[in-house]
């Protein structure tokens, strides 16, 4: 028997895992690291029957929970808990999968897993149970990658949205522009193969009415995947000013907790400081910076070294000053477009009135009047727009397809008559839109067509 160092590869199988015609059984701790009321091992693979009986000394019944203890190598007892076995094909990965739950500590979660890797299993790369579920037909590729984003959900809004791509909400859609899509190029192939016939303009209009269609579609996925991009992301929000016009006030104000150091003392922030939050469900990364200034101090000038690169990744920058004192901090500062004015302090000038006022917020960070306003222009100015309706939470890949996808559907629109360059863009459209979900097969298009056409008559 192996030590049981689980850096090694006990069970001696190919690392990368993706073998799909012999898959070897992975395993893995599959809840976080650390202290927890419970940690599961989970093990997914050909062995995992035989690694059962290993470790608990019996195969659970499929799908039902059995309280057991988990056995090393040499039989001694390392936990106690609950296994469960689910017999492939009806399990997450598609084969057959063993969980092991058993007491979150690190110690034991390591003694589980060792007892499992010693039993026959090999440890798991990242995301490999997924990529099998992948392979397995179990999820396609936007699924999969929905699973990381529901995982990583920085916001509530984030989460609702992966859930709603893991169910296959984006996928479907994506299917229906391919199905549409491969309606057309059976049209187009039509039209091909038989160019004489008379009702060649019927199937010109009827092209372009199509066309028309998918590429409204097109445009609708689109601007739901680049909302949902927003999501995924989160927006990066820097606070920048002069020193002390109340840039950590104001952090300590959206975070709702004294996070930042807050003093008279002008150039008291020195480092930039991070704090996540949420404005209405949407993730944003708040940053409080070093105050910008002619500065003689070493540790000074290396703060606003730092405003300056936090600026420069800025979705929107929030340029802060003092009610009453106007004072914009030196440049260079972001692009107006990625810019507020925030006018802070106003409880220090009698009469004045919170809220937006033009390009200007007029806040108070001691009083709090105005976030509100100050809150929605953030999410305006970062080109949220989607409050309440369904987005896709697209990931920088997918927009690159969409993208593309609507390249060819733009250049088949401008090939009406050159019909093969016409059907040729539409094939490229759809091999783009393929590439998301991870399904392109050229059977689709050669079903559709004979299903369609008697062509063997
Ligand atoms: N009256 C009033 N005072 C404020 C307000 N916001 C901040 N202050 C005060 O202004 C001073 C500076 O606030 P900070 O939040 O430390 O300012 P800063 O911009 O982070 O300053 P540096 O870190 O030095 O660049 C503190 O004394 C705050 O209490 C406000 O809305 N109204
Ligand atoms: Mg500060």
Redesign the pocket.
Known sequence: MPSGDIENNPAGNNPTGNNQAAPDTIAAVATAAGRGGIGVVRVSGPKAPAIARAVIGRLPESRRALHCFFHDARGERVDEGIALYFKAPHSYTGDDILELQGHGGPVVMHAVLEAVLDAGARLAGPGEFTRRAFLNGRLDLAQAEAVADLIDAASREAARSALRSLGGDFSAVIASLVAGLTDLRALTEAMLDFPDEEVDSLHRDDAAMRLGQLRAALEDVMAKSRQGSLLRTGIHAVLA?R???????LLNRLAGAERAI????????RDALREPIQIDGVPVMVV?T??LRESQDEVERLGMQRTRHELERADVALV?MEAGKLDAPPGPLPDAALRLTVI??I??VPGSVAGRRGDEIHV???TGAGMDALCAAVLDAAGWTARGETVFLARERHLRALAAARAHLESAGAQMSRWELFAEDLRLAQEALGEITGRVSADDLLGEIFSRFCIGK
């Open positions: 000013g020193p002390n016009v109340g840039k950590s006030s807050v003093s008279a003392v002008p150039g008291t922030t409080d070093a105050g802060i802070n302090k409880d220090l108070s960070a001691k």
